[in-house]
């Protein structure tokens, strides 16, 4: 067992300590995925990626409540933390002004996600909102989105985590993209 799965079950056995271990041992890990989580960020949403770090430990202490088994279960879940940090700064923005622009159409690159990540406040919460639908139908492809696109997995380990075999994380991946993009761009 590596040092992030032996801390993850010190902080499961209530070790309060592991939790602060397991960010420095991942902290540049997280840093990389706040990173992608910002990139797509607009001047309004005021947040650098030592804060969104910084943010998502302040609401993984309770690691207890996680069951995340190893390294790649923890980035995922770290990354799905992130997103909700990012998803709640934007409505409470939202909540603090007027309106929003119109929406537009988001491309799709047939090779990775990156066109669903267009600048925007507004485009953050139909990314969100199209993840939860998403969810509604197949949890796992959330999942494997999340694991590739923003912690930045390859099929290998997003296999490992979820225990499938590299052609079904493959099929997954371009279940996920398709719908995705049918949510949004429709019409």
Known sequence: MGDVTVLLEAARQGQPLAVGQIFDL?????KRIAHARLRW??????METGMLVHEAYLRLVDVQRLGAADRGHFLAYASR???????????????HRRGGGP????????????????PGEDEILRIH???QELARVDARLVQVVEMRYFVGLD????ADCLGLTTRTVERDWQK???????VMNPG
Not at 26 to 30: D, G, S, T, V, W
Not at 103 to 118: E, I, K, R
């Open 26 to 30: 991942l902290y540049p890990e997280l």
């Open 41 to 46: 960020r607009d001047d309004r949403l005021l």
């Open 81 to 95: 933390v992130m997103r909700s940090v990012v998803v709640d700064l934007v409505r409470e923005q939202q909540a």
């Open 103 to 118: 929406q537009g159409q988001v491309t799709l690159d047939t090779a990775a996600l990156h066109a669903l990540l267009p």
């Open 129 to 131: 909102d199209a993840l």
């Open 155 to 158: 099929n290998q380990e997003i």
């Open 176 to 182: 996920a993209r398709s719908f995705l993009f049918r």
